[in-house]
């Protein structure tokens, strides 16, 4: 029974969640990159980011969506050409809806861990209330 609770929730607070990202933050096009497909988002971008040589990266926050849920995730940014590149999801990127949510801060790319926690739990305050957590939905993001 609470499944199907559950289910039936998530039928409106998915196109909920969709619907505040795409009236409030701006879409962002991105470029494939490496493709790491390892669920570890936050720390691939800051990894690439500490590692450029050659041009400077920036790590970015952002929302995209998958099946009417929007997942939490971070890319990196050329500073140079403004492009985004999702060196995570890799040729995936390309069929994905982004939408910017904010920059890291440079002096805060070994916390990253940390970062992803707090936004996690800062989205999960803005969308979940007491039912969806009574329910089992324990992530809105």
């Known amino acids: ?3 199907k609770i559950a289910s039936h ?3 409106t607070l ?4 969709q619907a505040y990202f795409r009236h409030r933050h701006d879409e962002i096009k991105v470029k494939p990159g490496t493709g790491l497909f390892n669920y570890k988002c ?6 690439s980011a500490l590692d450029a040589q050659e041009k400077k990266l920036r790590v970015i926050e ?5 099946n009417h849920y929007a ?5 990196n940014q050329d500073v140079e050409t403004g492009e985004y590149i999702d060196n995570t999801l890799g040729h995936l990127a390309s069929d994905l809806q ?4 904010r920059e890291i801060p440079p002096q805060t790319l070994t916390d990253m861990d940390i970062l992803f926690g707090k936004a996690q739990d800062y989205w999960d ?3 979940l209330k007491w039912y969806h957590r009574l329910a089992g939905i324990t992530r809105a993001l």
Do not use: D, T
């Open 9 to 11: 929730l998530w039928k």
């Open 42 to 47: 936050f720390y691939n971008a800051a990894q």
């Open 98 to 101: 982004y939408y910017f949510l």
């Open 125 to 127: 305050s803005v969308f």
């Open 71 to 75: 997942i939490l995730h971070y890319i």
């Open 62 to 66: 952002c929302v995209y969506f998958s």
């Open 14 to 17: 998915g196109p909920e969640i």
């Open 1 to 3: 029974m609470r499944a």
